[in-house]
């Protein structure tokens, strides 16, 4: 996994360094030496419901060893002094008035979730660039969250 990611953080960083964007899609990775070894799925028209996102993103990861779901996300930086009891009570991070674009890389393999975040920085006399990556959730057992995160049922 940790390979796969390396790589796939190296190519959203070219090509939001090339276009100043990274459209939503989703790669699909079948075992090594399968043929073909990757799949791209655009879902960009998806973007508009993300319960149903999820729901596509919960069948596709299935079927995959590894699928990683790649957007443009808004997101909140938390001080770490807020009660978890106030978390739910929080605006969305697209409300929030403290909210900063990213873009995201949400990685399913198998059980193992991982999300990562790199902040878009858009200075007013330069292009925009991506700040070095994070890995948010997931660490020292803490849980990774949101609905892109959810193991969701597959049929309703």
Do not use: C
């Not at 791209?40 to 079927?63: C, F, I």
């Not at 198998?110 to 994070?134: V, Y």
């Amino acid at each position: 996994m940790k390979d796969r990611i390396e790589t796939i953080k190296k190519i959203v960083g070219e090509i939001f360094e090339r276009d100043g964007r990274a459209a939503p899609v989703a790669l699909m990775f079948m075992p090594q030496g399968s043929n073909p070894e990757l799949s791209v799925m655009p879902t960009g028209e998806l973007m508009g419901n993300k319960d149903l996102l999820a729901r596509v993103l919960s069948v596709v990861r299935q079927k995959f060893e590894t699928v990683v779901f790649v957007t443009e996300s808004w997101m909140v930086k938390l001080d770490g002094k807020t009660p978890e009891s106030q978390l739910d009570k929080m605006p969305a991070p697209s409300k929030h008035p403290d909210r900063t674009e990213a873009v995201t890389l949400v990685v399913y393999e198998g059980d193992n979730i991982k999300m990562l975040m790199a902040e878009i920085k858009r200075p007013d006399a330069a292009k925009p660039f991506l700040a070095p990556w994070e890995e948010i959730g997931g660490k020292d057992g803490e849980r990774v969250g949101g609905r892109l995160a959810e193991r969701l049922p597959t049929q309703n």
